[in-house]
């Protein structure tokens, strides 16, 4: 049976697209548990005429992704072109967002959601639709019908992660030089665990797993590792550090297996990395390059407040700690609708104070699937997802909201307009053009890089 998997790409509204585009994961992996079929996937990053894609390759169902709450219109948009395209196509919507939220996607447009992980429901759902099966009996689906949703039944989750297929990546060949973060190109992602033991109210991972943690084995993830294609590798755990021993074995086996050094970038809780600096001395040693971490906040209270169950001691340490054996940190914080002008002074000194090279500033945004959604969704001001893209602010602010993003988008001018930034900048650029390594591409990843300093002015303006 032929199924076509389309990623969608946000619309002219959010801000961060300039800084990140990842290649479809849940997508690659999805279309790898469909071996039985023939596969294609369109990345609307690349691509523009959906209807002629459907119309040459002539899928029986269509799987379209909606990971994010800002990407809702655009998943709504694709589905409504499929089906004008192709007569008879069955279309599914799943991800993170589609799952935690599937009444978004009661639409005529729409024949059922795919809640919870995709590689194990949706290789069944295709085999009810080739076979005449009885969709009811499949759980893990919301289905549309013609009196509204039915909701088939939870599906466990993967007892074994390693069960999940390493990830099709020859489904995007032709997109991955489109892929980049920040200045990194070529670029490439990698899941091995799932889940987070940790319970922040902004947060929606926890929920989205069931408050489980499943993780990848360690051989597992050096095998992935030793197969990827060329580029720095981001690992998309939301928590790279939940098990250090695991990690310190991975890099362990990765050494030892003399893995070509790259560049790693994880995401980790700046109170695992106080607490065992051996391990990222570790990595660093087979090329950890960057880490995410949360900040979130620049006062116990406010870390309280977001349920963080971590401390700015914390922070700060670990943020010196990973300078220090020269690993660069993404450090990313929470503003508040309720901040005033002097908060967002103390909040961009703060930033300063620490030397941050690379802060990220985004609104507090209750997201479908949190508990803040659940405690603050009576006081949004506005439903319309296109706003949800962390660059807007959805709830009231304390001051009005023209000073308001003034202010915000101040943060990010002073913040990455500075010499200190400018300075390294122009370095790296003629490192990279006395070396012969400056190419189109890193041209493009540059304006990128203007282009998100730039872009909350840009977008803010037409609010
Ligand atoms: S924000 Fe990070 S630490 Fe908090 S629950 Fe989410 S993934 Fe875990």
Not at 127 to 148: K, M
Not at 324 to 352: E, H, N
């Amino acid at each position: 049976m032929r199924v076509l998997l389309i990623q969608p790409r946000p619309g002219a509204g959010a801000g961060y697209k300039s800084l990140i585009a990842v290649e479809p994961l849940g997508l690659e992996i999805v279309g790898a548990a469909l071996q039985d079929h023939t596969v294609r996937l369109l990345d609307m990053l690349a691509e523009k005429n959906i209807a002629a894609a459907v119309q040459e390759f002539r899928p029986r169902a269509v799987g379209i992704s909606c990971s994010f709450t800002v990407d809702v219109q655009q998943t709504l948009n694709v589905a409504r072109e499929v089906k004008a395209a192709g007569k008879g196509v069955f279309i599914f919507v799943g991800g993170h967002h589609a799952s935690l939220s599937p009444e978004d996607f009661c639409h005529p447009a729409v024949d059922a959601v795919v809640v919870g992980e995709g590689e194990t429901t949706v290789p069944e759902l295709m085999a009810a639709l080739e076979g005449g099966g009885d969709l009811h009996t499949i759980p893990g689906l919301v289905l549309n019908t013609g009196e509204g949703q039915f909701f088939t039944g939870e599906r466990p989750l993967l007892k074994v992660l390693d069960d999940v297929p390493p990830a099709d990546r020859s489904l995007t060949a032709p997109y991955r030089r489109h892929y980049y973060l920040g200045l990194r190109r070529p670029f490439v992602t990698l899941e091995t665990a799932r889940g987070c033991p940790h319970r922040c109210n902004f947060c929606s991972i926890w929920r989205f797993y069931r408050g489980r943690v499943r993780f990848m084995s360690p051989e597992r993830v050096a095998e992935e590792v030793q197969s990827l294609p060329p580029g720095d590798v981001l690992f998309t755990d939301d928590n790279f550090l939940a098990d250090v021993r695991r990690a310190e074995r991975i890099a362990a086996l990765l050494k030892g297996r003399g893995v070509p050094r790259r560049r790693y970038i994880i995401q980790a809780r700046s109170d695992t990395i106080v607490k065992h600096p051996d391990v990222l001395r570790q990595w660093k040693e087979i090329g950890l390059d960057q880490v995410f971490i949360g900040f979130e906040k620049i006062d116990q209270s406010g870390m309280e407040h977001v349920n963080k169950q971590n401390s700015v001691e914390n922070n700060e340490k670990a943020l010196h700690f990973l300078k220090s054996i020269g690993v660069g940190v993404y450090a990313s914080f929470i503003v508040d609708p309720d901040f005033t002008i002097p908060d967002f002074k103390k909040l961009i000194d703060y930033v300063k104070r620490l030397k941050i090279a690379q802060p990220q500033f985004s609104i507090l945004t209750p997201l479908p699937g949190t508990e803040l959604f659940a405690k603050l969704k009576d006081r949004l001001t506005t439903t319309n997802y296109e706003f949800f893209d962390l660059l807007h602010a959805v709830l009231p602010t304390q001051m009005p909201l023209k000073d308001f993003y003034r202010e915000f988008a101040e943060l990010y001018r002073r913040a990455y307009l500075r010499p200190g930034h400018v300075i390294n900048t122009m370095k790296w650029f003629v490192h990279r053009l006395l070396t012969g390594q400056l190419s189109l591409e890193h041209l493009k990843n540059l304006v990128a890089g203007v282009r998100l300093t730039a872009s909350p002015f840009a977008y803010l303006k037409k609010v």
